[in-house]
């Protein structure tokens, strides 16, 4: 086994000594806006307050969903991640007032965790991360991150920060793709900062592995569940799945509290 287990269902956001919950929930794909709303509050209630959302998503009405959660449960209670598509990264003002649209949207006065959505080719990551940088400076964003940014892409926005550190890189990552633990977590582990993995179900492809099924019969959970507690055992890793049902939300919540064995961690390694 390569990496030694998290048991912890709080997870540190980067180097600033505050954590956040081991399981968020993402908002990517939405169908049903009501259900949806309904199954964010109940993720809240249960402990699993980080919800992830970006601009892009359904053309800016994911935010706006947030927004209605975030004002039925009270600004204090929701850690919130949004993502800035990488064209407005261009320029520093550009990215200002996108995430300026993006407040409005959400209907607060600043996010927890901004994230530039993907590199942009044609800028270079140090003036990317400047302009990130100037959210923070700016009180919109209380840290910063950056989203789909490989080894290369991680070690210069490393290099390029001058006062906020980046606390979080959120990839796909899953008990199926874990090209994540090639080089790119070791990095991570080593810098201190947070995976946040996205897709960690494969829309549903989690449940259809035998060797998945097998060892949630074992221990008397689902495949959902096995598959998450595989992620968030690792140092330096939480995971955001998406559902719009609170039933599922509810499921998400039992892959907490407890771990797998280091042979079913292994198992499920060598998937």
């Known amino acids: 086994m390569r990496f030694s287990i998290d048991y912890s269902d709080r997870k540190p956001l980067g ?20 259900r949806a709303e309904a199954a964010l509050i109940r993720a809240v209630e249960l402990g699993m307050n980080m919800i992830d959302t970006a601009e892009m998503y359904a053309n800016g009405e994911a935010e706006r969903l947030v927004g209605r959660v975030i004002r039925a449960v009270g600004r204090e209670n929701v850690f919130v991640i949004t993502k800035i ?117 494969e829309w549903g492809g989690v449940a259809r592995n035998d060797v998945v099924a097998r060892i949630a019969l074992k221990y008397g959970k689902t495949p959902v569940q096995v598959a998450l507690n595989y992620l968030i055992s690792r140092p330096m890793v939480a995971a955001i799945p998406k559902s719009e049902r609170v039933e599922r939300i ?22």
């Open 85 to 201: 598509l990488p064209d407005r990264f261009s320029d520093q003002s550009k990215v200002l007032k996108a995430l300026e649209a993006s407040l409005r949207r959400l209907d607060t006065s600043y996010v927890d965790l901004v994230l530039i959505h993907w590199p942009r080719p044609g800028t270079s990551i140090e003036k990317q991360i400047q302009y990130l940088e100037a959210t923070v400076e700016n009180g919109m964003a209380r840290y910063m991150g950056v989203s789909n940014f490989g080894p290369e892409s991680i070690l210069k926005a490393l290099n390029a920060v001058k006062k906020h550190e980046i606390v979080a890189n959120q990839v796909k990552y899953s008990v199926l793709d874990k090209h994540v633990e090639r080089d790119l977590l070791d990095i991570s582990i080593k810098n201190g900062i947070l995976i946040q993995a996205y897709t960690p179900l």
């Open 250 to 271: 509810e499921e998400f919540r039992g892959a907490m509290g407890w771990r797998l064995a280091k042979e079913d961690v292994e198992a499920l390694e060598n998937i």
């Open 15 to 34: 180097r600033t000594g505050e954590t956040v919950p081991a399981i968020g929930v993402g908002t990517w794909r939405i169908n049903d806006y009501s």
